[in-house]
């Protein structure tokens, strides 16, 4: 299984170079305009918008649709709930209790939408920022409420950690797969009872495996003397440039043309 949620993409590109708090900031900015957005045109220029960001960061395509597939179960159910359980508007089909009307249909595409830009906008973060840019953008932006007794150095640490170790657990997830597969382990039974049952020689292991990996990070951050945000001081100083105003000035252009269609009925 090829993981790419969380990973860096090393590569020279215009998204690469713009200042990490920008682009968490372009996030937030997207992530509102999509779930403000309740019409075609909104979800075309978010798709739209979204495109142009991975044409411009280089990143391929397949990598992006790659970090959806293990969001897939999460929208396939989330639309199944929509679709079956939205009993207003029109209604298109009908089977015992189950009724399928035009606003489930309608609720269960913005969704689908609106989830999977969300996936894809994030996976394009991680994508084009580095971990320790990722580090510093988030203490940058949490520091002022450090003085109201906030650990703006800690939470971005953790924020941090938790991402990278995204695909390696479920490299490990594979493994793990693999190896009880290998003893003669069967995970395609079928039934939720069952299901449950099979997957307890996964999930065993993987906790083990985890909390191992998270001893031997805090063995070598305390063997390095890290001491979390105590004299810490950093070799790059981010900066904001000019590209990062453009692109400030363009996500509040996208998100008042959100604003703007929004269908009032």
């Known amino acids: 299984m090829k993981v790419t949620i969380g990973q860096y993409y090393p590569v020279e590109s215009v998204i690469h170079k713009i200042d990490p708090r920008m682009k968490i900031l372009l996030l937030i900015i997207f992530i509102a305009g999509v779930f403000f957005s309740n019409n075609f045109l909104g979800y075309i220029v978010s798709a739209l918008f979204l495109g142009v960001s991975i044409k411009l960061s280089k990143v391929p395509f397949i990598f992006i649709f790659r970090g959806l597939r293990g969001f897939l179960f999460i929208i396939l159910f989330t639309v199944v709930i929509n679709m079956f359980f939205i009993d207003s508007g029109k209604v298109l089909f009908e089977f015992y209790f189950f009724k399928l009307t035009s606003d489930g249909v309608w609720f269960s595409v913005q969704m689908i939408c609106r989830l999977g830009f969300l996936t894809a906008a994030s996976s394009l973060l991680t994508f084009t920022t580095s971990p320790i840019q990722l580090t510093h953008a988030i203490e940058r932006i949490l520091k002022p409420f450090s003085r109201i007794g906030v650990p703006a150095h800690d939470i971005a640490m953790m924020m941090t950690i938790a991402i990278r170790f995204i695909p390696t657990l479920l490299e490990e997830v594979e493994k793990i797969r693999k190896a009880q597969m290998a003893r003669g382990a069967d995970f ?78």
């Open 188 to 265: 395609d039974v079928k039934g939720i009872k069952n299901k449950a049952k099979a997957f307890i020689p996964l999930l065993v292991p993987l906790f083990v495996s985890a909390f191992r990996r998270a001893d031997d990070l805090a063995m070598a951050m305390e063997a390095r003397c890290y001491r979390g945000d105590v004299n810490r001081t950093t070799m790059y100083k981010l900066k904001l440039e000019k590209l990062d105003y453009f692109v400030l000035l363009f996500g509040f252009l996208f998100l008042a043309f959100i604003f703007f269609t929004i269908d009032k009925r």
